[in-house]
């Protein structure tokens, strides 16, 4: 099972008590999605992001910019995506001022540039890299579309855990890989000593304009993860996901989106109305929450929804879910 550290757990806890029961919010935000510059080293068939924010890929968010949006979010976990986040020069600034303010920090990389980072950004339990790697080398060097990134990434995980480091995986799963790759894939990631892996289904953005054939329909995301959990079932496999997530993604269970949750700022401004869609740029985060209408998006509301899975839209759903019942709470809890 993932080995979190415990402060951050105790400290979501204590944060969603606070939002839902003491002050009886609706809606809040559980983890920033930052996003410093959408600039990447790699241009992966899958990725949405470099066709969406190619005009801007000469922009940058400032360190006092980034700290400033982490603290008018408020929430305890910082997401860095982007782009490839280990570009910007004064990333280390970045992620320092976020854990400064008592914040966990997830930053997001395809480990090209990893050791780049091991001299300027320390280990501490407030700090995890989160490697994205789509399968064992032949089929993750096809997804990014460039040979050799895979023993690359893997080779400086590998001195990351021997440093210290808290490190986690991100894996996208496509049509036309089969189960065992990814059994195989999430076995070797367990044995290397990853603390978790993060799973989600191929997501098909309008803005990918090649190989859209690889996204994967609902149903078939979720024969394809009920295949791949009933093969590491005995496994010990560190999934990082919530296991309610796990059942819906499986098709066990039905949620509504819950895309506020995951807010995210780009260099645009704050991105309305989810990490996956971007009807507009807002400039605040009051304003995101207050004029979008949120019941307009999701499953069976709006067409570019209906093959999403993906955990920035539900997995907080299953955890407020769980708080008014006691065996799903439960479950939460030894998962």
């Known amino acids: 099972m993932p080995k979190r550290p415990i402060a951050l757990e105790l400290g979501m806890a204590t944060y969603l008590?606070?939002?839902?029961?003491?002050q009886r919010k609706e809606r809040f935000p559980f983890t920033l999605m930052l996003e410093p510059l959408e600039l990447c080293n790699l241009a992966c068939t899958g990725c949405g992001r470099i066709q969406?924010?190619?005009?801007?890929?000469?922009?940058?968010?400032?360190?006092?910019?980034?700290?400033r949006v982490a603290d008018e979010c408020g929430a305890p976990i910082v997401n860095i995506p982007g782009g490839e986040p280990l570009i910007h020069k004064q990333?280390?600034?970045?992620?320092?001022?976020?854990?400064?303010?008592g914040r966990f920090v997830y930053l997001c990389t395809n480990g090209i540039l990893m050791n780049?980072?091991?001299?300027?950004?320390?280990?501490s339990k407030r700090f995890a890299f989160v490697v994205h790697i789509d399968g064992m080398e032949s089929v993750h060097d096809h997804a990014v579309d460039r040979r050799g990134v895979f023993k690359k990434a893997t080779a400086?995980?590998?001195?990351?855990?021997?440093?210290?480091?808290?490190?986690?995986?991100?894996?996208?799963?496509?049509?036309?890989t089969p189960a065992e790759e990814y059994v195989e894939l999430f076995t070797y990631l367990r044995d290397m000593g990853v603390e978790g892996c993060i799973t989600s289904p191929g997501y098909d953005y309008e803005s990918v304009t090649h190989d859209r054939e690889q996204f994967l329909a609902r149903t078939e995301?979720?024969?394809?993860?009920?295949?791949?959990?009933?093969?590491?079932?005995?496994?010990d496999i560190p999934f990082y996901n919530n296991p309610l997530f796990h059942e819906f993604l499986q098709g066990k269970r039905d949620y509504r989106c819950s895309a506020w949750s995951m807010p995210t700022y780009t260099v645009e401004g704050w991105r309305s109305p989810c990490y996956l869609l971007a009807d507009k740029h807002v400039g605040s985060i009051r304003e995101l929450f207050e004029d979008t209408d949120w019941e307009n998006y999701g499953t069976d509301r709006d067409p570019r929804c209906a093959n999403c899975l993906m955990h920035c839209g539900y997995e907080a759903t299953t955890i407020l879910d769980a708080m008014s019942s006691p065996k799903d709470l439960l479950a939460l809890a030894r998962g």
């Open 221 to 235: 995301a979720q024969a394809l993860y009920a295949e791949v959990h009933e093969r590491c079932d005995g496994l």
């Open 116 to 123: 780049k980072a091991f001299d300027r950004i320390e280990p």
């Open 52 to 67: 969406e924010y190619k005009d801007v890929f000469h922009k940058r968010l400032t360190v006092e910019e980034c700290l």
């Open 91 to 101: 990333i280390d600034e970045i992620v320092h001022g976020i854990i400064d303010q």
């Open 17 to 22: 008590a606070k939002k839902k029961l003491l």
């Open 156 to 176: 400086h995980m590998r001195e990351a855990i021997a440093r210290g480091y808290r490190v986690c995986t991100n894996t996208t799963i496509f049509r036309g």
